[in-house]
């Protein structure tokens, strides 16, 4: 099985019941990096990455790139389309454009996705903190 | 007091008044009947995540400091700054909204709401084309054909099926729960079976194709309540529907125009829009104009996909044809309990929903020139207010770059992405739970938000602070009047 592929997808973004209830919890709590640094990906699409789900993946598209867990879509079948609840690692990806009219594109934008080998997925302190390089608090 | 009744959740935009809570000990210690996000919340408002002392930045470090301390270095950043940022508000009370609203007028910055990066188009696209809308009660009531596009409210508003839509039991029509329970029943056995033939086989069956095309059961016409959701997912609102309309992604402008045409009986010469037959399509059309009462509710799906407000024009647009057959309604499923209470706050100060500019000392409204992501995206602003959101979550990155770089106010009871990169951090009561104020559901119409539990010492609301931080702008802009 190789581990070196890519696959071309269209990144959509939205909410899901985990990173609702992850919010309420906190947002710098388990449930929410669980629910939300996370991509929903097509069964047939990790296929052809070669891996299964629980693995961590690249998404990268022209705006940036981030790492998150690849999880196996339990909304399948949606060959192509791969799935990210809002939040910080998603928004490391979209598409600022707001045509004019205030609001960015969260959907539909076009991305590439690889296996990430042992990149790790950051936290959200760490995310915040290797993205703007200031120091961020951090709750006892 | 160990039982509070008709609590309302500040979670969602559905506002549900029908929260049940035991206390005990000034603590909750029961939910009853709201969702698991309602559970979160009032199970988990006091948890770890809460902030409980003001903190400044000093050093690269946010330092414990007093209240007042923190007042006071929130006013002088907001009265030196030339353009400041106001932003959130869609997660407090309307009370709150009205001070932040004359806080920027005070500072002659821009002031925006979380409508610009939801809902927003669909405000620019009402202000276009109208919007022929109810109350939910309404719908509760009376629609039998509820179309849900775009949009999750299995996972974004749990309870909207159950409470307002399907599942309800309106006077008129009747919920369609049970007829739900068997379909699921059907589904599982469906699914056992197929996964016994994958074992035997070893090889998939694939029970759908990979994109879905079932043409309309017949359940669809049955009597009764019906309910169709379009999304490019089939989500777990889509598996609840009678009917999944599977649209390929950014083609929601020409599903909703064919479905206009075929609404006002004209041909489509083609064989399929967005990969939709148009077969089924017709069927679909011949549902909307045979219904009594319809409501359509439409989400992010449409609003952030291609096309942005057009495809809300479009929407709108259908259900004005609608109306000229049968009887239509439509509403944007509005996400923080109280963004509609923001645009509505907003627009009773100042006439505009959200994105407005103070800098010439009256309100102007531009979204995409005064909206929050575009301000910040042209490297505008010198400084920020963040009240009751998480932009640096929410925003794309460039835009949270500029917010961060640049002095940055938080008023918030929990830790998010923005309070951690916050210079000056002010924790508040939570409105709902610890606090009292008034917030306005998605269709309009305002509730009342309780005080169940004391909040932690110290603590007040967004409102207190937003009348504390005015009050010292002030004193320091009468300051500057008198040396010149
Ligand atoms: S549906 Fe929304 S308002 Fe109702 S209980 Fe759930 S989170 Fe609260």
């Known amino acids: 099985m190789t581990s070196n592929q890519r696959l071309q997808a269209i990144l959509i973004t939205g909410r899901t019941i985990e990173q609702g209830v992850g919010k309420e919890k906190g947002k710098t709590s388990k449930e929410y990096l669980d629910g939300v640094a996370i991509c929903h990906i ?31 879509s339990p909304r399948a079948p949606h060959a192509g389309i ?42 959200l302190t760490e995310l915040l903190k290797s993205q703007f390089g200031k120091e961020p608090y951090a709750p006892h | 007091m160990p039982h509070i009744e008709a609590v309302t959740c500040p979670v969602c935009g559905c506002l549900c008044d029908d929260i049940r809570l035991r206390i005990e000990a000034g603590k909750i210690v029961e939910v009853k009947n709201g969702c698991a996000m309602c559970e979160s919340k009032f199970l988990g408002y006091c948890g770890e995540h809460r902030l409980s002392k003001p903190l400044i930045r000093k050093n690269g470090e946010l330092v414990e400091v007093s209240l007042n301390e923190a007042v006071k270095k929130a006013a002088e950043i907001l009265a030196e700054a030339n353009y400041p940022l106001l932003y959130g508000w869609s997660s407090t009370s309307c009370e ?18 979380t409508s610009t990066v939801c809902h927003g188009p669909s405000v620019l696209s009402i202000q276009d084309i109208g919007i022929p809308s109810c109350t939910l009660g309404q719908v509760r009531h009376r629609a039998d ?62 029970s759908l194709s990979p994109h879905v095309r079932r043409e309309p059961p017949p359940t669809l016409f049955k009597e009764g309540r019906k309910m169709i959701v379009v999304d490019v997912r089939r989500t777990r609102s889509a598996e609840t529907a009678d009917y999944f309309i599977q649209v390929e992604p950014n083609r929601d402008y020409e599903l909703l125009e064919a479905l206009r045409l075929l609404v006002r009986d004209e041909e489509l010469e083609v064989e399929e829009v967005a990969g939709v037959p148009v077969a089924y399509l017709e069927e679909v059309a011949d549902l909307m104009i045979r219904c009594n009462f319809g409501a359509l509710f439409f989400g992010l799906g449409l609003t952030m996909s291609r096309g942005k407000m057009r495809n809300i024009d479009a929407a709108l647009s259908l259900i004005r044809d609608l109306n000229t057959r049968t009887k239509f309604t439509i509403m944007p499923m509005r996400g923080h309990f109280n963004v509609s209470g923001s645009d509505t706050v907003f627009t009773w100060q100042t006439g505009y929903p959200y994105a407005v500019d103070f800098s010439l000392c009256y309100p102007r409204y531009n979204p995409g020139e005064t ?92 409102e207190e602070i937003l009348r504390k931080i005015l009050s010292e702008v002030r004193k320091i802009k009468a300051g500057k009047m008198e040396e010149s």
């Open chain 1, 42 to 72: 097509d069964p047939a699409d990790l296929k052809k990455l070669g891996i299964k789900g629980n693995v961590n993946v690249q998404i990268s598209t022209i705006y940036g790139s981030v790492v998150v867990k690849a999880v196996e």
């Open chain 2, 371 to 462: 909206s929050a992501v575009d301000v910040l995206l042209r490297g505008e602003t010198d400084a920020s207010l963040i009240v009751a959101s998480d932009p640096v979550s929410n925003f794309p990155r460039k835009a949270a770059e500029h917010l961060v770089k640049n002095p940055l106010i938080v008023i918030d009871p929990h830790v998010n992405a923005t309070a951690q990169m916050g210079d000056v951090v002010i924790p508040s009561a939570l409105v709902g739970v610890e606090v009292e104020g008034t917030a306005y559901r998605m269709d309009h119409v305002p509730l009342p938000l309780k005080k169940v539990v004391e909040p932690p010492e110290g603590l007040i609301s967004d």
């Open chain 2, 145 to 206: 054909l509820v179309i849900y596009w775009g949009c999750d409210p299995w996972s974004a508003h749990p309870r909207h099926i159950e409470r307002y839509t399907s599942f309800s039991d309106g006077r008129f029509e009747k919920s369609e729960w049970k007829g739900y329970l068997s379909k699921t029943k059907a589904l599982i056995v469906k699914k056992k079976i197929e996964k016994a033939l994958k074992r035997v086989f070893a090889r998939e069956t694939p």
């Open chain 1, 82 to 123: 791969a799935y990210m609840p809002y939040g910080p690692w998603a928004n490391a990806v979209i598409d600022p454009d707001t045509d004019s009219i205030g609001m960015p594109s969260l959907k539909g934008i076009s991305a590439e996705i690889e296996p990430a080998g042992d990149k790790p997925v950051l936290s």
């Open chain 2, 96 to 113: 709150a909204i009205r001070i932040g609203l004359e806080l920027a007028e005070e500072v002659g910055g821009v002031i925006d709401n």
